[in-house]
């Protein structure tokens, strides 16, 4: 199946690569500063096999469950102007259940427009040091265009007013991020389930084998 989808004004391609489970494995990762705070991270590794014989090993997350010989279905996304994409999900048709994990916004860009584009790239910078350079460079405008002067206490506050500016602008950009993540966590649910009404294949018995 291969559906595209306009997505914050970028098309998105998603398809899906089906087989049957051949092989798991799990695979635990420390993690953590020392030996007091490390933490176990449990994976699965999963081996899939498709009609034609080609082999694919995803890693996925341990609260995906799937056994040897269920069927499956991996969900892509990318940019069509994107000759690869991430995972963003994967349909067990033997157990009839769906995991989508888009990692954020997957193959979206946010695609910020002014003054949007502009914050967030200030941010890099911290808010505080570009309202400092905003409120310099807008003293000395006006003192040279409007011949006005100001004093220590006048350009601080130009400063925080520039700055709580900048802070309204990144919460609003923020926001904007969080519902472009939305709206790719919605699509790739319902790309799934429409995956999950395929009906359940049944294996070969060669492949069953292997």
Do not use: C
């Not at 799990?26 to 899939?48: C, F, H, L, M, P």
């Not at 096999?49 to 694919?56: A, C, F």
């Not at 609260?63 to 991430?86: Q, T």
């Not at 802070?167 to 950009?173: D, E, H, M, P």
């Amino acid at each position: 199946m291969e559906l595209v989808k306009t997505i914050n004004g970028q098309e998105i391609d998603f398809w899906t690569w089906r087989g049957f489970v051949n092989a798991t494995w799990v695979v635990t990762k420390a993690s953590g500063d020392s030996a007091q705070t490390a933490q176990a991270k449990k994976s699965i590794e999963v081996r899939i096999v498709s009609e034609d014989g080609s082999k694919r090993t995803v890693t996925l997350p341990d609260s995906v469950k799937v056994a040897p010989h269920d069927d499956v279905s991996l969900l892509y996304a990318r940019k069509v102007i994107d000759e690869r994409g991430p995972l963003v999900g994967i349909v067990n048709h033997t157990a009839g259940r769906t995991w989508a994990f888009p990692r954020g916004a997957g193959p979206v860009d946010y695609k910020h427009p002014f003054p949007f584009a502009l914050v967030k790239a200030a941010e890099r910078y911290t808010l505080f040091a570009a309202a400092l350079v905003l409120s310099g460079l807008t003293i000395l405008w006006l003192q040279y265009q409007a011949e006005l002067a100001f004093s220590f206490s006048s350009w601080a506050i130009i400063g925080i007013i520039e700055l709580a500016i900048l802070w309204l602008l990144k919460f609003a950009a923020n926001k904007r991020q969080a519902r472009i993540d939305q709206t790719v966590v919605e699509e790739i649910e319902s790309t799934l389930k429409k995956t999950s009404y395929e009906p359940v294949r049944a294996q070969s018995e060669p492949e069953a084998a292997a």
